[in-house]
């Protein structure tokens, strides 16, 4: 029986205006401080950066769709990082050979075949599994607000066995393993980080929360220091 990975990225479910708000970075400048920064400089320009995002009604009944379009093993366990990195090592871990991964991202690497000469990282770990052979199967189901297309990754698509289902496409016979929910903190904004957690605990499934740092948005007590430091992130 096949065993499969279903992946989820915390940006499936956020529209923003800018779209390329974002860094393929993760460290803690990426995933706090240019947030600060983005806010500082936007309201400069009497614009409020909160209002350029908008969090999907779908992630409101995202579960019932998951639990009725996978079956989901009995002992399943969730992993929540902030890296979608990890999706590499549980896939690897629990013996996955296919992924599912709902994404606004593919994550098979950006700059070509070249890129998936360079470690695992958030940008490229579905491209490593599939050409060091720890999966067969990759499936990306993308996000209504994504900007790529599948076209993107041509080569790729050539080479791997990839697939770019739409969410009624999807088999309700797949079984799935184990299950990643990542904040992916450089691309989602920290003010939707309660949120983040409840979509977690909605899931009815145990978890195991593994580096994901809280972040704390506030920016009615920012002294001139600390926008002096955002300002230099």
């Not at 860094?23 to 983005?38: A, C, G």
Request: hydrophobic share 35%.
């Amino acid at each position: 029986m096949k065993k499969c990975l279903l992946s989820i990225d915390w940006d499936y479910f956020i529209y923003s205006q800018n779209g390329n708000l974002g860094s393929f970075s993760e460290n803690k400048t990426t995933i706090i401080d240019l947030w600060y920064k983005r806010y500082l400089k936007l309201n400069k320009d009497g614009r409020d950066i909160q209002k350029i995002f908008r969090l999907s009604t779908d992630v409101d009944h995202f579960w019932d769709r998951i639990k009725t379009t996978f079956r989901l093993k009995e002992d399943i366990k969730a992993y929540v990082s902030d890296s979608h990195a990890l999706s590499y090592d549980i896939a690897e871990s629990n013996g996955c050979s296919s992924v599912y991964l709902f994404d606004a991202h593919s994550d098979l690497g950006y700059g070509g075949l070249s890129s998936l000469n360079f470690e695992v990282n958030c940008a490229n770990w579905l491209g490593k599994l599939l050409k060091n052979n720890r999966v067969n199967e990759a499936n990306i189901v993308y996000s209504p607000f994504s900007m790529e297309k599948p076209g993107y990754f041509s080569l790729m698509n050539k080479i791997y066995n990839i697939r770019y289902p739409s969410v009624d496409d999807l088999n309700p016979e797949i079984n799935i393993e184990a299950i990643h929910i990542c904040r992916s903190g450089a691309w989602t904004p920290p003010w939707f980080d309660e949120r983040f957690l409840q979509f977690v605990k909605d899931s009815g499934v145990p978890y195991k929360i593994s580096d994901c740092p809280a972040r704390k948005w506030d920016i009615k007590n920012m002294s001139l220091s600390d926008q002096i430091y955002y300002m230099m992130a």
